[in-house]
Structure formats: C-alpha cells, structure tokens
C-alpha cells in the first residue's frame, strides 16, 4: 500500500498554482528520511507570473496608510496565533524540530516579531522639515523600494520568513517569497494564511531550487534582492544583483566565538552554552559552536562541557524531552560528518561525534578540544551539533582568536569583570556580542553582521528602514 504525497503549490496572485511546466521537487522529513510531499520546481515563467502580479499590486499596496498596514499585520499575527499548532505541525515536519520547542520558542516570537513592524509602519524617523537653504524648504520622505525579491533559510523556515515579508509588508513593499527546496511546507501554509488577508498579489510565494532563486534575483522587476544563506550564496546574490543595481540584503553565515574568562561561573556558563550551541542542531548562524577558554579554566570547563553533551537528547519531534531533532538533510548530515572524519591528529573528540541511529539525519552532541586557529572546523561553519573549544593566554591573545575569522555575525563575552566586558564589546569585530549570556534576540534589536556574514539588519528600526528609500523634497519659498 502506497501513501499519496502531499502536493504543495505556489502561491501567486492570490491563487494556488502548480509550476507552469508541471516540474516537481521531493520533500523528505528529516526526522525519517522519507518523501512526504511534492512541491513546484519553479521555473522561468513561474518567476515571471510572480513578478507580475507583485508589480501590479504595488502602486495601492504603497498607497496605503502606515494605520492600514498596521492593523493588516496585526490581523497576520492574530491569524498565526490561530493556526499556530497547523503551523508548528508544518514546520516540524519541513525540519523534524521537537514540537514542543517550535511551540515555545519559534511560534510566539514570530507573532511579537510581526507586531513589532505592525507599530514600526508608523513610527518612521528621518529630518525635520526646515529651510536648511534660504528660500527654501527641505523635507524627506520614506518610501518603499518596490517589489522586494526574498529567498528564505532551512534552518528557520518559518521565523526567517516572518524577518523578510513582515518588514517588507510593513513599509508598503510587495514581496515574492522563496523557501528552501528541503522546506517548503510551513511557507505555502502562510501563504494560504496570509493571503486570505492581504490584497491579491502583495504576498506571493514561490517554490524551486537555487536555479529559481537566481531567477528571481535576476529578474528585472525587483528593486531588492534578500536572503538569509550562505557565504557561496550572498555572494552569488550580490553579484548577480549588482548587474542591474539592485539594493542587497545579506545575512550569511557565522562563527561565533565564545569568550570564557577564568572568573566565570563555569557551571553556568557551561549549561547556557550547551543550550545556545546544540539548539536547534546547531544549524543557527549565531550558534555558541566556538568557544575560547582561558587555559587556567579549560580542563575543567572542557570536562563540564561534555558532560553536559552527553546528557543533551536529540531524538523525533513528539519526545518532549529532546533539545534538537535531525539535521535538515542529507547532505547537511554528509557535511557535518565530514568535519569530524577530517579532524588533525591533534584535535580530540570529548562527547559525541558520530550519527545517531540510522533513520533519519540525526547527529550526537559533540565536543571537540585541542585545537588551532588555522584548523579547518575553528575556520569554516560546520552548522551542526558540533561545539569546538580552544585555549587562550590573555585578554589579547582572545580577541585575536575571536576575530581571527571571515565570519563577524555574532560573538559572546563571559566574566565578571566589567570593565573587560566593555573593552571587549567595543573590540570584538561582530554585528552582535552578548554578555554573560548567548542566543537571545528582541524585535526591538538589530541582528545583522560584517564581513562574510553580509549586511544589512533584519529585526529592529533598522531591519525596516532597510526596506525603505529616502527622498529629498525642495520647494522654494518665493
């Protein structure tokens, strides 16, 4: 007996539609491995339908009141309050995350998320008007970009695609969504959600591969291209963008570092730690996956460390007692292992290091001591439950490590001496460092690095004026 696939399909001018040359894509459950559903591999005139309908809702979209946007965002936020279990089960199924988490920890802060934009759509800042010129009176005014072309993230389907449209949205912007191919499901349910809400063709989602990605960038209807990906992406993105001028909203990769000072409170640095590195199987660009211990501490703390990786549980979505579920897939699963067959002679596996079972892409929690800065795991992002621990000398030597990366997204200081804290605030080369704690972000905060982890702010004030364009207006007095 065989079970009917589920069949997911685009979203485009307030319609369902299946890819117009009738090309599929397989959607595996990472908690299983198995195919569960079909969804459109979009292609050249799937991208164009999509670009047409948002151009043509943009000029009333832009239009309307900052008051009317708002209360259409709020009716988003109500309506995912609403079908949130419909939207966890979706999700856990795009990704095999532990449900209970998705529910605590994913669902309410995407709604406080669009609610925060909600009131931003009215609260825009810029110059006061003023005769800055004799005779003359200047004002500035915010405007959307236009159409806003937004590919999304695995690792958080739903939450990064809640940071690009509700923004986008809120400014007055028309967007044309893609998902992951691996992750689509969660997506097309928000497109069904929020297109029972707002006008047809202000919200469209489509669904492919990276060739559906670089034709919606190309396209030459989009006045920004967004994505949340790679480094090898952002950078493709940005070239292929730059051929026509495109505005770039980049948020690639990272490698925080974890700077642990010998006057910390090992035992609870090590607990929060262990959190902000195995969540979510450590497929998260901020993820407390490299940590710098003071050498008078590391034994101990390296030893408490793994302790605590080996009493971390990852297992299928309905055990309520796991921190993370699988890796997305099978090449992330292939990417990750790899990292660990590759190690130096040097390196030494304190916990884990190996798949757990052989259904699904599970990995074990792991801990990898005894390493170098130039080592190829410290260097580049594994995206995985890998934590590495390095050792350092002094306050200098652990900038220099800190820093000693492409990636400049996020970063963690941990001590009780204030003082140190501030220096290394200012000194540490990252778009976010933490104090004492790891992982936790606010809608009222911008999230966005330097460097190879891109630019541009998602979140925040700044995340929305990011989807915005100034204008000068100068009109003579006389």
């Known amino acids: ?5 589920r069949r997911l399909r685009n979203y485009i001018n307030g319609e369902f539609r299946d890819a ?9 459950n990472p908690a299983t491995g198995e195919v569960y559903a079909t969804s459109p591999l979009s292609g050249q005139a799937d991208v164009d339908a999509a670009m047409e309908a948002a151009a043509a809702a943009f000029p009333a979209w832009r239009d309307t009141t900052p008051a009317e946007r708002q209360k259409v965002l709020l009716k988003i936020a109500d309506a995912f309050e609403e079908r949130a279990e419909d939207l966890i089960a979706a999700e856990s199924e795009n990704t095999g995350k532990p449900l209970a988490l998705t529910r605590t920890e994913e669902v309410p802060p995407m709604v406080d998320q669009i609610r925060f ?31 806003c072309a937004q590919v999304a993230p695995w690792n958080y389907p739903m939450m990064m695609a809640v940071w690009k449209f509700a923004p986008a949205l809120a400014a007055g912007n028309t967007v044309v ?8 499901a969660s997506t097309v349910l928000m497109a069904e959600i929020i297109g029972s809400i707002v006008p047809k063709g202000v919200f469209n989602v489509i669904c492919g591969d990276r060739d559906t990605g670089r034709a919606m960038v190309e396209h030459p209807t989009p006045a920004m291209a967004s994505i949340t990906g790679s480094v090898r992406a952002g950078m493709q993105v940005a070239e292929s963008a730059a051929k026509d001028v495109k505005r770039v909203h980049l948020e690639l990769g990272g490698k925080a570092p974890v700077v642990v000072f010998e006057d910390t409170d090992i035992a609870k640095a090590v607990e929060d730690i262990a959190v902000a590195g195995f969540f979510n199987a450590g497929q998260d660009c901020t993820a407390a996956t490299r940590v710098l211990v003071q050498e008078s501490i590391h034994d101990e703390f390296v030893a408490a460390l793994a302790k605590a990786a080996a009493e971390t549980k990852t297992g299928q979505p309905d055990d309520e007692d796991v921190l993370y579920g699988p890796l997305n897939n099978a090449n992330q699963l292939k990417q990750v292992s790899g990292f660990i067959e590759r190690l130096p002679a040097h390196a030494k596996v304190e916990a884990g290091g190996h798949r757990v079972g052989d259904k699904g892409y599970f ?59 501030m220096r290394l ?5 990252f778009g976010c460092v933490w104090i004492n704690t790891h992982i936790p972000l606010v809608a009222e905060m911008p999230h966005g690095g330097f460097k190879k982890s891109g630019y541009g702010k998602d979140l925040s004030s700044y995340g929305f004026e990011d989807y915005t364009r100034i204008k000068h207006v100068m009109t003579s007095l006389g």
């Open 1 to 5: 007996m065989t079970t009917e696939l």
């Open 20 to 28: 117009a040359d009738g090309r599929t894509i397989d959607v595996v």
């Open 363 to 421: 990995y074990a929690p792991t801990v990898v001591s005894g390493l170098k800065q130039d080592d190829e795991i410290i260097q580049n992002e594994v995206f995985g439950p890998v934590i590495t621990v390095q050792s350092f000398t002094d306050e200098e030597q652990a900038v220099a490590y800190a820093n000693g990366v492409e990636y400049a997204l996020a970063s963690s200081v941990w001590t009780k001496d204030h003082a140190r804290a």
């Open 177 to 184: 969504l893609k998902p992951s191919d691996t992750t689509p």
């Open 425 to 429: 605030s200012k000194n540490l080369d």
């Open 117 to 147: 934009f909600a009131g931003a759509a009215r609260l825009l800042e810029g110059k006061s008007a003023g005769e800055y010129m004799e005779g003359m009176t200047s004002i500035i005014r915010r405007e959307p970009v236009g159409v």
